[in-house]
């Protein structure tokens, strides 16, 4: 059983603590927000997470995991303490390292052993050498210790799934044998492990996202090209992605990617590259063709609904994707703010962004189920993909909007079912209307 300390309990941090104790290691989560630290404590959890509830519940129980905003008290007897604090976008795209800069200093000024310093938070490259200089320059006295780089993969919405089952544990450090004492910490997850260096590691993890926003953005750009010529994105997608040198994975054309990862990390990288001299061609168009994805929807909404003013446009879905609560750069919410700039009245509903949007958002009404909303509604907007709009009674829907029309910012519905039922139905890159799919 080893002692971890966790520093940062939001998604990667509360996620990772709660999974290396269910591995059977004695983990000690930090936070500097006593809020969350007591809500915790009493198992409220500060995040919407599936199976996240439970996993901690279980933990605590046994003894395994337990809360504090001490750093004296976490560090204390640990072995490892990791680092996984936010890292937003500065006011040039840049990361904003103050959280981290704060957690060494803390963590330097405590320790009283040796001690192995991983790096979970997503960090520009080089950012591990800068923490270990912190280090050396924060302690009282000094105590030898090693910083490690372990950048995170998981996703919302599946992150406990994720943690356990990765798809690869990536470690970099200029010393091998903490590294390789972090990998044995990964061993029971049974996925390839690789060790390389600090900054390999770290740029890993940002080629890794920013790769994955590049399919998303030139999936989106495949989809205004279909539009055009009368293809459908959603078959073009499957099409590819037969090919096993392309993949069937993130080929969802849609509204763009949102949430608190690819657009910061997209940014980061190409403000890391802009720095150098290197400009970044690639990661340019990939934020370009994001940020037109919104702009692109509203269009297309005024295109089913006319004129914005008087029109009440119902939203389906606010999460930034399903089975999360979170709103960070959720394009539900930016549709929602030019849809009001545009003289109509929005209501929405999400099953559990609801209460986050209200404060972010008052002017949206909120209603307590898709048909209420319908009820309210000149025309609906799907905005994220929640399963539970995939099984909605269309019928019903379509008896009680004002006039049959859904814009669906993420294909959840077939066209020619849609038009089939009599709705207008305007999806993303679905030019060809003409009937089913052979094998559809
Ligand atoms: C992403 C990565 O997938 C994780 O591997 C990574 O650890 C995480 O960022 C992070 O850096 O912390 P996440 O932001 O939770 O995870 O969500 P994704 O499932 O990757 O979706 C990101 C965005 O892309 C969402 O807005 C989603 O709607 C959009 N997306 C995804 C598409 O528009 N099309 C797709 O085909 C897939």
Request: proline letters at 5%.
């Amino acid at each position: 059983m080893k002692h971890i300390a966790v520093v940062g309990v939001g998604y990667v941090g509360l996620v990772s603590a709660a999974g290396f104790a269910d591995l059977g290691n004695r983990v000690i989560a930090l936070d500097i927000n006593e809020e969350r630290i007591n809500g915790l404590k009493k198992g409220i959890m500060p995040i919407y997470e599936p199976g996240l509830e439970e996993m901690v519940e279980r933990n605590v129980a046994s003894e395994r995991l337990s809360f504090t905003t001490s750093y004296a008290e976490a560090i204390m007897g640990a072995d490892f303490v990791f680092i996984a604090v936010g890292t937003p976008s500065g006011v040039d795209g840049e990361a904003d390292l103050k959280y981290v800069k704060s957690a060494a200093e803390s963590v330097a000024q405590v320790m009283d052993a040796p001690l192995i310093i991983v790096n979970k938070s997503t960090v520009p490259v080089g950012t591990g050498d800068w923490v270990a200089e912190i280090i050396r320059n924060s302690q009282p006295k000094p105590i030898p210790f090693s910083v490690v780089s372990c950048p995170e993969f998981l996703r919302e919405g599946s992150a406990i799934l994720d943690f356990m089952n990765p798809a690869r544990t990536v470690l970099g450090s200029q010393d091998y044998e903490a590294a390789d004492k972090v990998a044995q910490l990964h061993l029971p997850l049974r996925a390839p492990i690789m060790i390389t260096n600090l900054r390999t590691a770290e740029m890993v993890k940002y080629a890794s996202n920013a790769f994955l926003a590049t399919r998303i953005s030139f999936i989106n750009e495949i989809a205004n090209i279909c539009e055009a010529l009368g293809a459908d994105v959603k078959e073009v997608s499957t099409g590819m992605g037969y090919d096993a040198r392309i993949g069937p994975y993130f080929l969802d054309a849609g509204l763009g990617y949102g949430g608190s990862c690819f657009p910061k990390d997209v940014k980061a990288l190409a403000h890391m590259a802009d720095e150098k001299g290197r400009h970044p061609q690639i990661l340019q168009a990939v934020m370009d063709i994001n940020d037109d994805r919104r702009r692109l929807l509203v269009e297309k909404i005024r295109e089913g609904v006319g004129d914005f003013e008087g029109k009440v446009i119902g939203i389906l879905g606010l999460t930034f994707k399903p089975n999360t609560d979170d709103l960070r750069d959720a394009p539900a919410l930016d549709i929602a703010k030019r849809l009001l700039e545009g003289g109509a009245k929005v209501s929405a509903y999400d099953p559990v962004g609801m209460p986050g949007a209200a404060k972010l958002m008052p002017e949206i009404d909120m209603v307590e189920d898709p048909y209420a909303l319908a009820e309210a509604s000149d025309a609906l907007v799907i905005c994220t993909e929640w399963n539970e709009f995939k099984q909605l009674d269309l019928q019903r829907i379509k008896d009680l909007l004002r006039n049959p029309i859904i814009i669906d910012g993420r294909n959840i519905y077939e066209p020619h079912e849609m038009a089939q039922l009599g709705f207008t139905y305007l999806a993303v890159g679905r030019g060809y209307h003409g009937g089913k799919p052979i094998n559809g």
